[in-house]
Nanobody, 127 residues
Framework: QVQVVESGGGSVQAGGSLRLSCVAS????????MAWFRQAPGKEREGVAAEYLGREDRYYSDSVKGRFTISHDSVKDTLTLQMTALTPEDSGLYHC????????????????????WGQGTQVTVFS
């Protein structure tokens, strides 16, 4: 069983930055995938960024590409999401997710590829 805990959310003015962290405890190995998803009220869950552990293979949604950076520290077992140039459209509840095994087909932002989810951390960007 894997437990996932996010932290680092908060409120920030448009144009600002935030750094989210995710600690996943349990049996996680290179070849697994970890990702960030977000959901705003009234909107569908959106995949933001994902990483194939051990290969530094990363994938970003078009809406955050060039502004967000995902990275995994294998020593600390921590996944971070550095977010810059934030806009109100980036507001939402950000969830960290982990696959239950190796990622078939490589890094993915398909929610059904992920088995373990955290409770989420709120990000609010005001103009």
């Amino acid at each position: 069983q894997v437990q996932v805990v996010e932290s680092g959310g908060g409120s920030v003015q448009a144009g600002g930055s935030l750094r989210l962290s995710c600690v996943a405890s349990g049996r996680i190995y290179a070849g697994f995938c970890m990702a960030w998803f977000r959901q705003a009220p009234g909107k569908e869950r959106e995949g933001v960024a994902a990483e194939y552990l051990g290969r530094e293979d990363r994938y970003y949604s078009d809406s955050v590409k060039g502004r967000f950076t995902i990275s995994h520290d294998s020593v600390k077992d921590t996944l971070t999401l550095q977010m810059t140039a934030l806009t109100p459209e980036d507001s939402g509840l950000y969830h960290c997710a982990v696959t239950s095994g190796y990622c078939p087909g490589g890094v993915s932002l398909r929610p059904d590829a992920y088995s373990y989810w955290g409770q989420g951390t709120q990000v609010t960007v005001f103009s």
